[in-house]
T-cell receptor, first 112, second 111 residues
C-alpha cells in the first residue's frame, strides 16, 4: 500500500496563478483532510471531507476550494495564489471520525 | 485553558536517558488521543493512539490522566533517531471530525 500520496512535491507560483494539489489514498478511508503548516506554527485545517461528494470548511478556508469526486482522491485548488499561501500543505486521511489520521509527504508551495 | 497545550522544549537529553512530555487538553469528553512525531520538513507520523488509560509500544508509553486532563508520552532508552518534534492531537468537542494539534515538543537526543 502506498498510503497517502500527494502531487506535486514542490511548486513555485506567481501571484495570481492557479493550481490544484492532488491527494490520493489507497486505504479506503472515508475521511480526508487538507492542512497547511507554516514555520513555527502548528497544523491548521483548510477543508475536510467525510465522504465521497462531501466537503466542509476548516479553520482557514479562504482562498481555497476542494473537491472529492472519488473516495480515494481529495483535490485542493488555489484559484488566485497569494504570497500568504506560501506554506507546506499536508493531506491526511482517516478511517472514521476521531480515528488516527495518516499524512501524505506534503507539498511545498512558494508564491512569489 | 487552551484546547491542547504542550511544552515547546527543546528537551536536550543524552542517549539512553528517559524523557517524558505532557500534553494538557480541554475536551473532557474526548475518548481518543494521539501522539505523532514530526521530523524537520516532513509529514507527521503516527506514533501512538490512546483510547483508554494508556498504551505501550516498545520504548514508548503513553498514559492518560482523565481527572487532570493530560496525556503523557514516556520515551525510555532514548536513541539519536528519536530526535524530532512530538505532537499531541485531540479530537474537538464540537466536531469530532476536526482535531486540535498541539504546537509540539522538540526533543534533541545527543551522543
Amino acid at each position: 500500500n502506498a498510503g497517502v500520496t500527494q502531487t506535486p512535491k514542490f511548486r513555485v507560483l506567481k501571484t495570481g496563478q492557479s493550481m490544484t494539489l492532488l491527494c490520493a489514498q489507497d486505504m479506503n478511508h472515508e475521511y480526508m483532510y487538507w492542512y497547511r503548516q507554516d514555520p513555527g506554527m502548528g497544523l491548521r485545517l483548510i477543508h475536510y471531507s467525510v465522504g465521497e461528494g462531501t466537503t466542509a470548511k476548516g479553520e482557514v478556508p479562504d482562498g481555497y476550494n476542494v473537491s472529492r469526486l472519488k473516495k480515494q482522491n481529495f483535490l485542493l485548488g488555489l484559484e488566485s495564489a497569494a504570497p500568504s499561501q506560501t506554506s507546506v500543505y499536508f493531506c491526511a486521511s482517516s478511517y472514521a471520525t476521531a480515528y488516527e489520521q495518516y499524512f501524505g509527504p506534503g507539498t511545498r508551495l512558494t508564491v512569489t | 485553558r487552551k484546547e491542547v497545550e504542550q511544552d515547546p522544549g527543546p528537551f536536550n537529553v543524552p542517549e539512553g536517558a528517559t524523557v517524558a512530555f505532557n500534553c494538557t487538553y480541554s475536551n473532557s469528553a474526548s475518548q481518543s488521543f494521539f501522539w505523532y512525531r514530526q521530523d524537520c520538513r516532513k509529514e507527521p507520523k503516527l506514533l501512538m493512539s490512546v483510547y483508554s488509560s494508556g498504551n505501550e509500544d516498545g520504548r514508548f508509553t503513553a498514559q492518560l490522566n482523565r481527572a487532570s486532563q493530560y496525556i503523557s508520552l514516556l520515551i525510555r532508552d532514548s536513541k539519536l533517531s528519536d530526535s524530532a518534534t512530538y505532537l499531541c492531537v485531540v479530537p474537538r468537542e464540537t466536531n469530532f471530525n476536526k482535531f486540535y494539534f498541539g504546537s509540539g515538543t522538540k526533543l534533541n537526543v545527543k551522543p
